[in-house]
């Protein structure tokens, strides 16, 4: 490791990215008023960006200061922090590429170099960057290994392998066997065992040593901000609910990303606090808040905003979603005294590689949970796991809850795919039915 | 007291419809227009039309609702509905035992699940492409040199059907000129294209289920090769409306007078 590439990334850590971060405050003051159909803007907004935009800004540094590794949102993160490595996730990355309604141009870089339309647009965004270099972060660090899991889909695993092939670096999948009933102990054994055999790749690409203490201090780090995140989001069981589940699409970076370090639970404790004061205070997200609602399936990250203005303005809030809630949703599995079979079990059982018959279940309590007098599914083209199913789950919902519902087809990242007149006949059709449904 | 009016435009992707209707809900007059380039013009002349038939000023019209796609772009409108909505009150007026709608259009395509009242209970649109609509049928008509009209000559619709596999509209243009290539009597393609419309539908349909009597409308309905080919696959007589076109406008109408009189009764 070179001694001035790690002063220098010490330099920015300390004193580069913080006067940057400033700058950004100043911009950010110039910004634009929230329309008048919202509450109050959350304050912690601030401090996430500066944590997001640290974190990219930073990464740029750390070559050769630290060993970078690209990691898929459902892998257990947690064993690369014993390890040091920075982490990167590219699904987060082309979320944001997604959100600067960049997603169009960077798949086309993709395509152009023939791969399918029918990809994944974070997977298509991510090449994209690959091949151009172009990022909205500025640049990321290239990674010395790759780290997936096939818990969320079984594209991953394909991706990470174009790439590993590309950069010839090593990659390690975590293969989680789907459950289509119950975790069987032989499933739990083989994926703790597969956690077990990473350790001497990772000692080698790192350079670092394994410590069982470091294990546990991390997983300990990792269950404490999950569920301070699955506090704030039973929070917006208050009426009115303290934020929108399009606030949560971006609060939820942190414990994405940067789950098992110090900076996202120090984040969570001051949102948490934020929602908390909000809820006693009974400051809203919207202004007015008639129907609330239940979002289900990943954000159509580029327009998140006309979304929320759109559903805002008729006096509808969405309070709870199966997406933001799938960061939280299994911790209570993890068992910092039994780390193997725990992680097995935690990530094992997440929502993408759980049944159906699960997900009804818990989208039945959300809804009773959260008192949800309607539901939007978006069906996106990317997301096979997530949109596959979702025609019967509306019909299993729909009939026997008697709840409004409504499927929009759409992307993550992809801007392409929207069909603004369609959409808004179906959204405005779905709220008719909910005013009338109301009416009685 | 003076009788009192009510208006309903539905600004359609291919045809704008205006309907005007009294107190009693009684159709005073409906008028069908081609919507062409401008929407908003095109709704104030289906206006002017209809006043005239009705013998009737604008500033007798109490309240206007407007819908269809450019339900937007309609500035003298008093409220705005989508037409999912406006079908399934229209045709509840117009056959009460309707359970289930089927509006087929020229762009959209949509099956309409109502209460007893003419609510909208449960709605199935298609999605963004064109096959499954009106627009499918005009493309194949055009290729085959066929007017609108004629898809509902008898010859089109009795006799052998060749399959189109294509649910695309483009592929399924290009299937229909390999099979004229090939010299394929142009009644079994026509056969064969209602019935891939009818496939498209059908899965609508399935998804929201048929509820008691069902009633077909938008300008599709006009079409007596496809309500037959319908007829057969829903084992039922489906109710057609005398001017299926106007039926989203006729709901928007009634739309407006319930409105109406919601704000004046409070
Ligand atoms: N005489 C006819 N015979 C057969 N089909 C017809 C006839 N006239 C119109 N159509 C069909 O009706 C379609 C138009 O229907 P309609 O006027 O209800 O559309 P629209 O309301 O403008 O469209 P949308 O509701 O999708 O915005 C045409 O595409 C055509 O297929
Ligand atoms: S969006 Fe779906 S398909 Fe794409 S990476 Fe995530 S889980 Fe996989
Ligand atoms: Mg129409």
Redesign the pocket.
Known sequence: MSLSAKLKYKFMKDYGAPALMSLQGLKRRRSRPTPSAFGPPLESNARLKEILTRHYYLSRFVPGVKKVAWVTSGAPVELLRVFDFYTIYPENHSALVGAKKQGAEYCGIAEGDSFSQDLCSYARIDLGHMLSGKSPAGKLPKPDLLFCSNNICQTVLYWYKAISQELDIPLIHFDAPFVSDRQSEADIRYMAQQLQDMIPILEQVSGNVFYMSDLEAVLKRSQDSSRTWGNILKAMQAKPAPMTIFDAFGHLAPIVSLRGLPVAQDYYNILAEEIDDRVSKGIGAIRDEKYRLIWDNIAIWYKVRYLATFFAERKMNFVTATYTNAWAETIDHLNIKDPWNSMARTYGQIILNNNLKHRLGLMRRMIDDFSVDGMVMHSTRSCKPYSVGQYDLRKAISTSLNLPSVIIDADIADERVWSEQQIQTRLEAFCESLEDTNRG | MADLFFGGI?V?????EAVIINSEEQVLAEV?LI?GVNGSEAAQKALNQALELAELAQSQIAALTST??GRASVPFATGKTT?ISCHGVGAHHLFPSTGTVI???????KVIQIDDRGHMLDFSMNDKCAAG???F??VMADRLELE??E??NPAYITGPSTPISSTCTVFAESEVISLLAKDTPREQIVNGLQRSIVNRIWSMVVSIGIHGEVTI????A??QGLIKVLEEKLGQKLNVPKN??TV?ALGAALIAKRHHSDSTST
Not at chain 2, 217 to 220: E, H, K, L, P, S
């Open positions: 539905d359609g992707s291919l045809s704008t069908v919507t269809g796609y037409e509006d087929v259009g020229g762009q959209d395509s609509t009106g627009r049928l005009e609108l009209d898809l509902s409308t938008g300008g599709v006009k079409n299926p076109q989203g």
